[in-house]
């Protein structure tokens, strides 16, 4: 089945110390996107890419970074993280746009910052 | 750790009961719009989604309404089950913005 695949699901990370997280699709959509989810709150749009160009939000700290190295593979970096950046990384992909297209979620990667 | 979060509002129904979740949507221009389920400790998943060109859409036990002069959508989930508990977003987007989620309301499915 053609999904949205995060790696690993659980990441503990120590204050201050890189973090990467992974996310890969197998449905070859052209847009990949990186949220972040804290408890009982709305996803947060943190960056996507349309293709290879690369969309950072304003408000998203200079802390978190991203890559994408092919249509199928994109990175989250976090350089140093802190006790605030513990939440759940969502990955999410669109065939097209952004916008006018269903986004499709992987299942997210909770990061826990000790 | 993580911030302390928000209450959802919560929406506690009986199993077989229909449940009506309402969102109150921000931008008069948003064309396009997206329910998603949350269930705890997993990402969004895809429910319905309407375009602004039509003001409700029926899928396998679940209706969205979309009412622009009020900037109002609902979802209606028939015959609710215990596997509908969840939280539930909609989400909006105008032309090729990004998708804007609304705060969420948590379902309750009691047997």
């Known amino acids: 089945d053609a999904m949205v695949i995060q790696n690993p699901r659980y990441q503990v990370t120590q204050f201050g110390k890189p973090v990467t997280l992974s996310c890969s699709q197998t449905?070859?959509?052209?847009?990949m996107y990186w949220y972040q989810q804290k408890s009982s709150q709305a996803p947060k749009l943190l960056f996507h890419y349309y293709d290879k160009d690369f969309n950072n939000e304003a408000d998203t700290p200079d802390n978190f970074q991203s890559r994408r190295p092919n249509t199928s593979f994109c990175f989250l970096d976090i350089r140093s993280p802190g006790l605030g950046d513990a939440a759940m990384y969502l990955c999410?992909?669109?065939?097209?746009?952004?916008?006018?297209?269903?986004?499709?979620f992987g299942p997210g990667t909770r990061l826990l910052v000790l | 750790g993580e911030s302390v979060g928000l209450h959802l509002p919560t929406l506690s129904v009986q199993e077989g009961d229909n449940s009506i979740i309402n969102c109150a949507y921000s931008n008069s221009a948003s064309d396009y719009f997206i329910w998603y389920k949350q269930e705890s400790g997993k990402g969004p998943q895809f429910i319905i989604d309407i375009r602004s060109n039509m003001d409700k859409r029926q899928g396998q036990r679940v209706t969205v309404l979309l009412n622009k002069t009020v900037k109002h959508l609902s979802l209606q989930i028939a015959a609710t089950q215990p596997g509908d508990s969840a939280v539930y977003f909609c989400a909006e987007n105008m032309g090729y913005s990004t998708l804007t989620f609304g705060k969420g309301t948590m379902l309750l499915v009691s047997p």
């Open positions: 999410a992909t669109s065939r097209d746009g952004p916008g006018r297209e269903t986004q499709y």
């Open positions: 449905l070859n959509h052209n847009v």
